[in-house]
C-alpha cells in the first residue's frame, strides 16, 4: 500500500484578528489549515471568505500565495498516510466545498474554548476544530478532547505530525523538502 503526506500549516498571520487571539493563547500560531500535496496549493480551513472583510467567515480553500500568507510566519507539519484515507480525506473536503454555503465560521466556538467548554454548531466549525475534524473523521488521527475545544497548538503536539518547515510562508517555496527539514 502506498504512502502519502498530508500537511498541516500552522500560522500567524498578523491580522488585528489574530493578534487578538494571541494575546488569549500566548501560543505562536493562531490559524490552521490543511493540505493535500507538498507545494501546499490544495490547502483548506474555515477563516475569512474575502481576506479583505475580518466578519464573513466559513469554508475556504486557502491562497497561500496571496499577500496574507506570503507575510505569514508558520509552521508546517506532515503525517504519513495510506491511498485511502488520503482519499478519504479528499472526498470530505471536497463534498464541504461543493456545500460550502451551507457552512459557517464558529466564532462562537472560540469564545467556548476560553472557557473551556465543549459546543458543537450544526455546520459552523473555526479553523483547527475543522483540521481535526477532518482528521478524525478519516480516522487519521484521535484526539483526546472534544473537536470544538482544539486549538492549532493541539495539532503541533499531535505525535502523527512531524516538523518540516518553519519560517516565513514564503520561503516555504524556495527550497525541496530535505532542505526544508534541515533548516530548522
Excluded: W
Amino acid at each position: 500500500m502506498k504512502k502519502q503526506k498530508v500537511y498541516i500549516l500552522l500560522t500567524d498571520t498578523g491580522t488585528l484578528f489574530t493578534k487578538m487571539i494571541k494575546l488569549y493563547t500566548k501560543k505562536p500560531y493562531n490559524h490552521a489549515s490543511i493540505a493535500f500535496g507538498r507545494n501546499l496549493m490544495e490547502a483548506y480551513s474555515f477563516g475569512r471568505k474575502n481576506p479583505r472583510n475580518p466578519f464573513k467567515g466559513g469554508f475556504v480553500r486557502e491562497d497561500i500565495q496571496g499577500h496574507l500568507f506570503q507575510q505569514a510566519r508558520c509552521s508546517v507539519y506532515c503525517c504519513t498516510v495510506t491511498d485511502d484515507e488520503l482519499q478519504k480525506m479528499n472526498d470530505y473536503v471536497d463534498e464541504m466545498e461543493a456545500k460550502k454555503d451551507l457552512y459557517r465560521y464558529n466564532l462562537i466556538g472560540l469564545f467556548a474554548v476560553i472557557f473551556n467548554k465543549p459546543l458543537e454548531r450544526r455546520n459552523a466549525f473555526f479553523c483547527s476544530q475543522f483540521v481535526a475534524t477532518v482528521l478524525l473523521e478519516c480516522n487519521v488521527v484521535a484526539f483526546e478532547k472534544p473537536l470544538s475545544l482544539i486549538t492549532p497548538h493541539d495539532l503541533q503536539a499531535s505525535p502523527e505530525f512531524e516538523l518540516v518547515y518553519q519560517g516565513k510562508v514564503a520561503g516555504f517555496y524556495t527550497g525541496t523538502e530535505m532542505e526544508l527539514m534541515h533548516a530548522i
